[in-house]
């Protein structure tokens, strides 16, 4: 009886907290005048249509009135969604738009956005964000807001126009670009947003509170609704897109120059099979545009984490999310999948000959699968990689789910497979639960075991508290996925404390505390570690913070670090830093972190500093500098370097260019890629890329370098 009670309470406070929806409505004008993308909202559908004009802020004054006056009208036709911003501003000469790159920092300038959650379960959402300049950035948003895939790349259209009342922007989104459950009239969930960046305002329709800081904008339960989209197409389309690519490349191996010519074609395709599900299919995929990894220092025993970067794996990569820590900030302790362990062995390429990809929705279920099979390459085998991800929707804004995984190579006995099932629930807009577990099995016995994670993450006005406990037997194994270690029993505790002053040019100041305790499944101690610190923001959006840790770490084996060993051993460790950042809107910003403490069983001295220059609103700088001094007591005082520089032209946004060089002296190599990338018509472009790298061992010695050019072209029927 008191289980029923129990979840009776839930239920309720699940079906009363989370109707943060308000009684806001839009409704859009259909239209049958042709609507030309020029910044200037002139066509007289737009004067006949609903404006709204009422926005609050979240910041500085949460609950006031938006400071500039801020109109939004919405037109639709049966191909695309139209929505028109009037940004009014008293002082049109300070707007701040200096940013005209693809997915750029776009959050450093004035700038607005749109919410569309097409489903209207405040799950999932599309977020589109632009300038004054018409710069573009989207992000396919899963997970209630918890996962952001901000590579995502929809085809839609943006002019942006500044005047001497202010500024405006007109956006043309394609219907066949979003997935929606079609109906003869269709209710979507929507918010609107503006962002001031000279006095550090924002400001929506449906107010996010000042709690949820910046994330909360993209969480789709803060939204009004778009009513009355009627006769609009199906989304159900074909698209092909092949490539051709041709070039020379030039490496060394074993002291011979080896000179090859670069010929290849391929095929990317994408079928609408509803309106809500979509097949994408690969033929010799191809990334030969995609950056290179940031250089990094290892200064650890486990293996550093690098982010996705291949268009293929990140679209829809949200739906595919399962493990420890998913939608944090920083590298997961555990994730069941990550797509890099699919073609890139030992930091190498391995050629990806083909696969596809299902993703989309049916009903109250959200369904993923992915095959993908790589060549042979050296050693490696053929290998084939395989994912079934599926979530069901529960009460208002909760999902349960399961996800399989299977990596085969040569199509015979050797495999390694990982099957578990997830609980995201959220019975409050400021309180979130996971709960997961996974087992691995292969047929080698060393390699089954089972993993399981429970996290529980609140917060108000003031306070953030986040505790989590994570289980990772010693025979777990996750070959499609990243684990920093695994036989542990992990409990983690996060919370901070941060009050609003707007006094004496202060805004914020904060407080916090963190702490961890680690155990093997013998239950012996094999970690701890506390942090507390501080933090300060000022009016001018300048900020700094202070933290001091004090840690313990049972080394089992040593390990190397550059040309230093650190021994087995039990250590004690206590470290201070100090970071501080100036307000990144401004023409010239900087980021830098100092530490000081020891380091195993002796000390360490590391700065970091990261700087941008924007030049002109198309020609932006980027510096990057890490710096290590380590001092143990078997070698003489060693340093380890990293450089890195990224320059960045825009003549406008369509046409970029990007010089990105490196350099790791730990690492004895440094590269330096060049891009340039035209997008001559919509979902089409031409690509020139050159790749370098060098040993630096004893020197600076070319080592291979890669010159190549790739066009696509989009077929859409």
Known sequence: MRHRIVLLIFAMIAAANLNVEANKKIKPLLTREAIEIDGHLNEEAWSQTQMIDDFTQQSPDEGQPITERTEVRMLYDTEKLYIGFECYDSQPDKIVANEMRRDGQLWQNDNVYIMLDTYGDKRQCFFFRTNALGALSDTAVTDGGENLNGSWDCIWEVAGRQHEKGWTVEIAIPFNQLRFKKNDSMVWGVNFGRNIQRTNETSQWIQVPRSQSWPGTYHPIYQGKLTGLQGVASPSYFDAKPYLLGGLARNLEDGDWQRTTERDLGLDMKYGITSNLTLDLTLNTDFAQVEADQEE?????????????????????????????????????????????????????????????????????????????????????????????????????????????????????????????????????????????????????????????????????????????????????????????????????????EIQINRYGVRDVGTGFAGGYLLDHDNNLIGWEARI????????????????????????????????????????????????????????????????GDYFHGNRVGISLDSQWRMTYQLAIETRYQRNWINLPEIDLFTTNVVGARISYALNTRFFTKLYTQWNDSAERASANFLLNYIYRPGSDFYLVYDQAWDTSDGFHTHDWTVLSKFTYLFSL
Do not use: C
């Open 533 to 596: 610190g501080g933090n300060m923001l000022l009016e001018s959006d300048d900020g700094f913070s202070l933290n001091v840790q004090r840690s313990f770490d049972r080394v089992d084996e040593s390990f190397s670090v550059s040309d230093a060993e650190i021994p087995a051993g039990d250590y004690e460790m206590n470290q201070v830093s100090l970071r501080g950042f100036t307000e990144s809107s401004r023409p010239f910003a900087v980021f830098g972190r100092a530490e000081y």
């Open 297 to 497: 220092v290892n200064l650890t025993r486990f293996s550093l984490y690098f982010p996705e970067r291949r268009d293929f794996f990140l679209e829809g990569s949200g739906l595919f999310a399962f493990g420890a820590g998913i939608g944090d900030f920083g590298p997961p302790p555990l994730s069941v999948f990550y797509s890099r362990s699919i073609g890139i062995e030992d930091e190498r390429e391995v050629r990806l000959l083909g696969g596809g990809k299902l993703t989309g929705k049916v009903g109250a279920y959200s369904v993923g699968a992915l095959n993908m099979t790589t060549a042979a390459s050296g050693e490696i085998p053929m290998t084939n990689f395989s994912v079934l991800r599926m979530q069901r929707d529960i009460l208002s804004d909760s999902t349960v789910g399961f996800i399989l995984t299977n990596r085969q190579s040569d199509f015979g006995s050797d495999y390694h497979r990982n099957g578990g099932i997830d609980l995201f629930f959220r019975p409050h807009d400021q309180w979130r639960m996971r709960a997961m577990t996974v087992g691995s099995w292969s047929p080698d016995p060393e390699e089954r075991d089972m993993a399981w994670y429970l996290s529980n993450n609140w917060r108000n006005k003031y306070f953030r508290v986040n505790a989590s406990y994570l289980d990772i037997g010693p025979q777990f194994t996750s070959k499609m996925g990243f684990m920093h270690r695994r036989d542990i029993r992990s409990l983690m505790l996060d919370t901070d404390y």
